[in-house]
C-alpha cells in the first residue's frame, strides 16, 4: 500500500523552486547565446520561388469552384503538367537535401552550433541535477495517477512503497525541461530557440526535401473536382441589374 509522506517546506524553498527558476533562465540565456551563434545567410531565390508556387497551388485548389470550369483547366495544366509544369520535378533532378547540407559548409556549421547549444547545456545542468538534487521527493501531483507513471515521475527513487502522484527531484528538471515551451512562447515569442522537443526531432534528419511538396501540391491538384459554385451568375446578375435600373 503507498505511503502518504509529508514533504518538507526546506525541499520547496531549496530543492522545487530553485531548480524551476534555473531551468527558466537557462532557457532564456540559450536562446541569446542561440541567436548571437546565428549566422545571416541569403535566402535561395529557388527556394522562395518553390514556396511561392506552392502558396499559389494551394490558392487554386481552394479556389477552385468559383472560377469557370475552362480557366480552372488551363489554370491546372499550368501548374501540373508533365512536361513544363512548375509543380512538376523530373525524377532525375530532384536535389537531395543531404548532398546540399554536406556540399555547404556554413549550413553544415549552422547545424552544429544549434546542437552544441542544445546538448552542452542539458549535460550540464543535468549533472548539476543529479549531483546536488539526487534521491529528493520534490512535489505532489494533486489528482491520483496509475502505475505506469511511476517511471516517469519518480526517476532516481527505488521505493514501490511510495504513491505515484510523488515527483522526484531528477523527474522535476525533465517535466521542466519537455513542459516549458509555453512560457518561453509568452517570453520570447513564438519563433524561440528554446524548444527541446522539436530539436530532437529535427536532428534525426538533415534537411527539407522541396520536391516532396511540390509533388504532394500536385497530387492534390490533379484530383480536384470542379464543381461550378455560381451557376448562372452573369444571367442572375443581369436580370438584378435590369431591376434597379427599371
Keep these: 500500500m503507498a505511503e502518504d509522506l509529508v514533504l518538507d517546506t526546506a525541499i520547496r524553498d531549496w530543492v522545487l523552486i530553485p531548480l524551476s527558476v534555473v531551468m527558466v533562465l537557462i532557457g532564456v540565456l540559450r536562446y541569446f547565446v542561440s541567436k548571437m551563434m546565428r549566422s545571416s545567410q541569403t535566402p535561395d531565390a529557388k527556394i522562395i520561388k518553390e514556396g511561392q508556387v506552392i502558396i499559389r497551388a494551394r490558392n487554386l485548389r481552394a479556389a477552385a469552384n ?29 536535389p ?9 559548409p556554413n549550413m553544415a556549421m549552422d547545424m552544429m552550433k544549434k546542437n552544441l ?8 545542468t543535468f549533472a548539476w541535477v543529479n549531483f546536488f538534487f539526487s534521491g529528493f521527493v520534490a512535489a505532489k501531483i494533486p489528482f491520483p495517477l496509475t502505475q505506469r507513471f511511476r517511471s516517469m515521475l519518480q526517476n532516481g527513487i527505488d521505493l514501490s512503497t511510495v504513491d505515484v502522484s510523488y515527483v522526484s527531484s531528477r523527474s522535476w528538471y525533465f517535466l521542466n525541461l519537455f513542459g516549458l515551451r509555453g512560457l518561453f512562447s509568452l517570453i520570447l515569442g513564438e519563433e524561440n530557440a528554446t524548444d527541446d522537443t522539436q530539436r530532437m526531432m529535427q536532428m534525426s534528419g538533415f534537411g527539407f526535401d522541396p520536391s516532396k511538396s511540390l509533388g504532394a501540391e500536385k497530387d492534390g491538384l490533379d484530383i480536384v473536382q470542379h464543381e461550378w459554385a455560381l451557376p ?3 444571367q442572375r446578375a443581369e436580370a438584378v441589374l435590369r431591376k434597379l435600373v427599371s
Design 66 to 94: 468559383f472560377i469557370p470550369l475552362k480557366s480552372f483547366r488551363a489554370r491546372r495544366v499550368y501548374f501540373s503538367n508533365e512536361e513544363n509544369g512548375l509543380l512538376h520535378v523530373p525524377k532525375g533532378q530532384a
Design 96 to 104: 537531395n537535401p543531404q548532398a546540399q547540407m554536406f556540399s555547404d
Design 232 to 234: 448562372k451568375f452573369e
Design 117 to 124: 547549444s542544445m546538448i552542452i547545456p542539458q549535460t550540464l
